[in-house]
């Protein structure tokens, strides 16, 4: 049997955070000869019956459903990999524990790639994975930080901030990037489901909670200060891809020179901001690698320390009285301490390998090797096709015989659709800025494969 043309499933968590390098990822695999389907993170064995892929790329494989899943299509024979859109760790054992490791993932994955040695080395100290199957690549959403081969991609400033609702551009503006995704959720369901499916003891998601409402109220307290005492300037919220929009929203109605951004990549707003006020954010390196001043507001007694090499890239503070006058510095013009750029430079190489512009290249080149001989065999993709043909259709058989879905059928609803109508209301706020259920389209995916062509990369 000649080769069919071969097939990879994409898990995009979040359109705004991880869109644009899986995007770039497909552009070079495009080049291949591959074509490219992208999914949510729900449903994933149904999506890979659906679509019929030769491989799946996962995002993390911290969830045992994950695992599940990754067992499960690798015994209908589809190559399985792991492009992580989360590659900063603050120990050796998170670094871990997002390989799936403890959830038996290893017999079953052909690659896991990581951003950085860092997280490698921890992989390898473990014996979790072979050397060989944990190739560094950088990361490929942060390829566009190059703006040597990205500047297209960066929304001009009076653009920006009349999307942002802005109208005085050209007053400074200071970014803020709450880490805290829990705020105004159910703590006890997610207690709940992070210890039975996540491996976390009770003990380190109470800790975790606290920590987040603890910057919750001492963070969003003092922006509130300084949006009171200066406004000549500008505040972003800019709301983590994870956490809910409600509860800053009266932030904004009670000031109004703070505004929010969400469903958007943090890359433009960093871009047009003068300083970032965040603590142990993954924002925190971007902003090193656009050489933004970044503020460490260490504001109360937390559970939860990032390591000193992390903390010693930014200015580290602890109250309104340090950060208000080191805001209006920068702003100013005050310049990043050396020592400060010293540890950005050491960290960045440590946890990202490379900024230049070809993690996804790198990426690709390593997918499309594992995807051909004799990793992948024209006599094993004739296979896992009959194989996923076979699981197809006795899976369509179960899903007709249950109740809910016959339900649905005869209601002419989608099976997809829940028939509990009275979890809409909160369905709609889970999903209103988060973007968690949304899909990228094919029409998204012309929109970013003719962005990229007028880049001409090579």
């Known amino acids: 049997m000649a080769d069919q043309k071969k097939k990879l499933l994409f898990i995009v968590t979040y359109i705004s955070r991880d869109w644009e390098g899986i995007s770039l990822v497909a552009w ?6 591959f074509e490219l389907v992208y999914t949510n993170g729900y449903d994933i064995k149904a999506k890979v019956l659906k679509h019929k892929p030769d491989g799946v790329v996962w995002d993390h494989l911290t969830w045992d459903f994950k695992v599940e899943e990754l067992k499960f299509v690798k015994q209908l024979g589809c190559m399985t990999f792991c492009l992580p859109t989360e590659g900063l760790f603050y120990d050796e054992h998170g670094a871990v524990k997002a390989t799936g490791e403890f959830h038996g993932s290893q017999p079953f994955l052909d690659l896991y790639f990581v951003w ?26 942060f390829d566009f930080y190059n703006l040597e081969k990205f500047s297209k991609y960066y929304t ?24 805290s995704v829990f705020i105004g959720r159910d703590k006890e369901e997610r207690l709940k489901m992070y210890t039975e499916r996540g491996e976390n003891s009770i003990e380190r998601l109470q800790h975790l909670f606290e920590d987040g409402d603890l910057e919750f109220e001492k963070h969003g307290n003092l922006i509130c200060q300084m949006a009171e005492q200066h406004p000549e300037w500008n505040f972003i919220i800019k709301i983590h891809p994870a956490a809910w929009v409600e509860p800053y929203v009266p932030f904004t109605e009670k000031y109004p020179n703070i505004f929010l951004g969400y469903n958007a990549h943090i890359r433009n707003f960093l871009y047009h901001s003068a300083i970032l006020i965040q603590r142990n954010c993954t924002t925190a390196t971007e902003a090193w690698i656009m050489n933004k001043p970044v ?18 890239a930014s200015t580290v503070v602890t109250s309104f009285d340090q950060v208000e006058p080191l805001v209006k510095d920068y702003i100013a013009g005050k310049p990043i301490p050396e020592s400060e750029l010293e540890y950005r ?17 790198r990426t690709a080149d390593i ?9 992948y065999t024209s006599d094993q993709q004739a296979k896992t096709r009959n194989n996923l043909i076979t699981q197809a259709k006795a899976w369509d058989k ?16 989608d099976r997809n659709q829940s028939l509990r ?17 949304a899909e990228p389209t094919q029409e998204m995916e012309a929109h970013q494969m003719k962005k990229i062509d007028q880049l001409h990369l090579s």
Not at 295 to 312: S, T
Not at 421 to 437: I, V
Request: proline share 6%.
């Open 398 to 413: 179960e899903q007709s015989s249950r109740l809910s879905n016959r339900v649905k059928d005869v209601l002419g609803l």
């Open 156 to 179: 001009p400033r009076e653009e920006f901030c009349k999307n942002i609702g802005i109208k005085n551009a050209d007053n400074p503006i200071v970014l803020w990037a709450p880490t």
């Open 421 to 437: 109508f009275w979890d809409k209301s909160k369905k709609k706020k889970m999903d209103s800025l988060t973007q968690g259920e």
């Open 345 to 361: 430079e050491k960290f960045i190489e440590s946890f990202y390998y490379k900024i230049d512009g070809l993690s996804a290249k």
């Open 116 to 141: 950085g040695e860092y997280v490698k080395n921890a992989i390898l100290k473990e014996n979790i994975l072979p050397a060989e199957k944990v190739p560094v690549v950088g990361s490929p959403r």
């Open 295 to 312: 503020i460490q507001l260490e504001a109360a007694n937390y559970h939860f320390q990032a390591p000193d090499n992390y903390k010693k």
């Open 28 to 33: 070079y695999l495009k080049r291949y000869g």
């Open 367 to 375: 997918l499309n090797e594992y995807m051909s001989e004799p990793y």
